[in-house]
């Protein structure tokens, strides 16, 4: 396995430094359905991966990504969720069908883990006051000042898939854009002990949790009786959605430490996932959603260009590298690193000896490639999977 992922995490990096302009990184090396523009979310990923790998070239294109992100935000406070740069204009996106949260919360994140690896003062003097207004715009996200981001249906990455209200994942990065921010500008710190003890009650509801941590307390109260092995996916009023994200965990596990109890349940809902898909493979979402179940009824008709959210599909029950990438970081992060080697080696099983072509996805029914290819995306996964399996990785890259 050592030498087959060592081959495609330089093919990975060969992909990003082509994905790499003098704009940012562009999402795919394909041009379709807008993926020649800087995306917020892909660039900053790309770029995250780029630190990890410290090559200069890799490096600049989360430089000149911020710098492009930042020269279109809105004057309320929102990052672009992307941009196209042109000769006389730029065409900038916020969102077509609605906003987008987590391109605020991974713009930041990237400012930040930027200037804490290069220090590089002129850079951040442009994009430090873009970040602060941007965390003000957060914070109006908040809409109570209990500092819960609540995201739209269709609001963050998993645009074509019913996760709404407060996300796991839109939480767990909003938790760590604040800590990024906090520790470049002490001055400014912001107290999460509280915040962090009410995201790990209420996303892992458990017998014995005083009343005053439990969000919306019945539907808490009936989420303990599922005695999950994982966190749920998002909180509504008066609903716990028990589905398993692997992006939040991902994000989730890199910031929070669980108890021993919540370690072991986690690693047996990975391992026994199996027995249901015949590899040890989280997908992006699980279980998938069907058409007998309600949720179906904002599926089939959520999607901008054609429909992808089949069964075992997409957002619904696809697998994809870069939040296995991600997971595989937030396990060893938890002293897991055994079950992200299990992981890896599954993914490694999949790929081809060469010529992957760093496909957006994988079909849990089928387990054959799918989606856009050649994806910054899937480089990135592979690249955090590398370094979650290093056992002298150092989390301070990422400011954990």
């Keep these: 396995m050592d030498s087959k992922l060592g081959s495609y995490y330089e093919q990975a990096k060969a992909l990003l430094n082509t994905l790499s302009t003098e704009d940012g990184y562009m999402a795919s090396a394909v041009s379709s359905d807008n993926y020649q523009r800087v995306w917020a ?62 391109s605020n919360c991974w713009f930041i994140i990237g400012a930040c883990l930027y200037y804490n690896s290069e220090n590089d003062g002129a850079t951040w003097a442009k994009l430090g006051p873009v970040v602060e207004k941007c965390l003000q715009f957060l914070k109006s996200v908040e809409f109570n000042g209990r500092g819960w981001l609540y995201t739209p249906l269709s609001g963050n990455w998993a645009d074509e898939y019913p ?46 949790t005083e009343d005053n941590l439990k969000h919306h307390k019945e539907a808490f109260n009936e989420a303990v009786k599922r005695k999950q092995q994982h966190f749920c996916s998002y909180l509504l009023p008066g609903k716990y959605d028990m589905r398993f994200d692997c992006a939040g965990h991902g994000i989730a596990l890199s910031n929070w430490q669980l ?21 040890t493979l989280p997908p992006a979402f699980w279980p998938v959603i069907t058409e007998t179940e309600c949720d179906w009824e904002f599926l089939r008709h959520n999607y901008s260009y054609s429909f992808k959210n089949y069964p075992y599909q997409f957002h619904n029950g696809g697998i994809w ?58 480089a990135s996964g592979i690249i955090f999977m590398k370094f979650a399996l290093d056992s002298n990785f150092d989390k301070s890259i990422l400011m954990l």
């Excluded at 349940?265 to 990975?270: A, H, Q």
């Excluded at 055994?338 to 599954?346: L, T």
């Excluded at 000896?353 to 849990?364: A, K, T």
Aim: with cysteine.
């Design 41 to 102: 979310r892909d660039s900053i990923i790309c770029g995250i991966a780029g630190l990890l790998t410290k090559e200069k070239n890799l490096i600049l294109g989360l430089k000149n990504s911020l710098l492009t992100l930042a020269r279109h935000q809105h004057e309320l406070g929102m990052i672009p969720s992307n941009v196209l740069e042109m000769k006389d204009k730029a065409d900038v996106s916020f969102g077509s069908l609605v906003g987008r949260v987590d």
């Design 321 to 378: 590298p870069v939040w296995l990438g991600w997971l595989c970081l937030g396990l060893t992060f938890q002293g897991l690193q055994d079950i992200s080697a299990i992981i890896a080696k599954d993914l490694i099983d999949l790929l081809p000896e060469s010529d992957w072509n760093f496909n957006e996805y994988f079909r849990s029914d089928t387990l054959e490639p799918a989606g856009k290819v050649q994806m910054g995306f899937s």
């Design 259 to 279: 108890p021993l109890d919540q370690k072991e349940g986690l690693t047996k809902f990975i391992l026994n996932l199996k027995n249901e898909i015949n590899v």
């Design 163 to 208: 996760i709404q209200g407060y996300t796991l994942y839109d939480n767990a990065l909003y938790y760590w854009a604040r800590n990024c921010y906090s520790n470049i500008n002490p001055e400014n710190e912001i107290n999460l002990q509280s915040i962090e003890r009410n995201y790990l009650a209420n996303y892992w509801p458990t017998e014995g």
